[in-house]
């Protein structure tokens, strides 16, 4: 720049400086070169631009993304209220009806006992949950029962059974149950919930029916055993009869033959 200023003449480098700087700077003969801060200046300007538009660039997505999930927070509130009121309903129903509930893991231990199950085994629900169904369970018939439970798949998820159990007062009572198994995502059964009622005195009925006609049945055999010795006796002693006519009408004939020969 130093270069091409002087290779202008006096009167035109005059005559530029009197256009472009101001008066009071009088005639220079030299220009100086920007200073280091002079010339880090525009690129600190810069600098400082770009971080404060990449602060707004982070201001504005803080918001919307504190926005969001605000949003989604209050969904998720909903949806939490929305299950709770329902879980409250389903244990309102569960407690209120008259049939046994009851819910457990693979292994047995009960996670959920409704009144209805507590009283028909005599316990509380703080000694039921955490208890295994197992122990409810006749000895000779556990391994059965837990074959039975195990059984079921995501294609086959619901099971009907009967079976015995101990009651109250540890007497041996009769249940029908009804069990529905519960997977996860990747088909494992997490859950087991059993709906039961008390079908003993059905039971007993039909173990007193099957009873009754075992000795009918038993009767009967006896009957015919007796009614085919009589029929076997009888064909018997008709036999002698038989061979008896059969001996009198030959002695017949020969008195008859004899007879006649008497009177020729």
């Known amino acids: 720049l130093d270069k091409a200023l002087l290779a202008i003449s006096v009167e035109r480098r005059s005559a530029i400086f009197q256009r472009w700087l101001p008066r009071h700077a009088g005639e220079i003969?030299?220009?100086?070169?920007?200073?280091y801060v002079t010339r880090l200046f525009p690129w600190l300007l810069g600098g400082l631009g770009l971080t404060l538009l990449g602060y707004l660039v982070l201001f504005v997505f803080n918001c919307r993304l504190r926005k969001a999930v605000e949003t989604r927070t209050q969904e998720l509130s909903r949806i939490n209220e929305k299950l709770h009121e329902?879980?409250?309903?389903?244990?309102?129903?569960?407690?209120?009806?008259?049939?046994?509930?009851?819910?457990?893991?693979p292994g047995g231990e009960i996670t959920y006992a409704n009144e209805a199950y507590c009283r028909y085994f005599g316990k509380t629900s703080e000694e039921?949950?955490?208890s295994?169904?197992?122990e409810l369970i006749p000895e000779a018939e556990r391994q059965t029962v837990m074959a039975n439970i195990s059984a079921m798949t995501m294609d086959s998820?619901?099971?009907?059974?009967?079976?015995?159990v101990i009651g109250a007062e540890g007497e041996i009572r009769w249940t029908r149950w009804?069990?529905?198994?519960?997977?996860?995502?990747?088909?494992?059964?997490?859950?087991?919930?059993?709906i039961g009622e008390d079908i003993t005195d059905r039971k007993r009925a039909?173990?007193?029916?099957?009873?009754?006609?075992?000795?009918?049945?038993?009767?009967?055999?006896?009957?015919?055993?007796?009614?085919e010795e009589k029929v076997t006796e009888l064909e018997r002693m008709n036999d002698v009869f038989v061979g008896r006519e059969f001996r009198i009408k030959e002695l017949r004939d020969r008195v008859e033959a004899l007879e006649l020969k008497n009177e020729n």
Do not use: M, W
Request: hydrophobic fraction near 30%; include cysteine; aromatic fraction near 6%.
């Open 29 to 35: 003969k030299r220009l100086s070169r920007p200073s």
């Open 86 to 105: 329902s879980e409250e309903r389903y244990r309102t129903v569960a407690e209120d009806t008259p049939v046994l509930i009851c819910r457990f893991l």
């Open 128 to 130: 039921l949950v955490g």
């Open 132 to 134: 295994s169904i197992i």
């Open 157 to 164: 998820r619901n099971q009907s059974h009967e079976h015995q």
């Open 178 to 194: 009804t069990s529905r198994a519960l997977f996860d995502a990747h088909g494992e059964a997490v859950a087991y919930q059993s």
């Open 206 to 227: 039909e173990i007193e029916l099957e009873k009754y006609q075992n000795h009918l049945e038993s009767l009967v055999k006896e009957q015919t055993n007796k009614l």
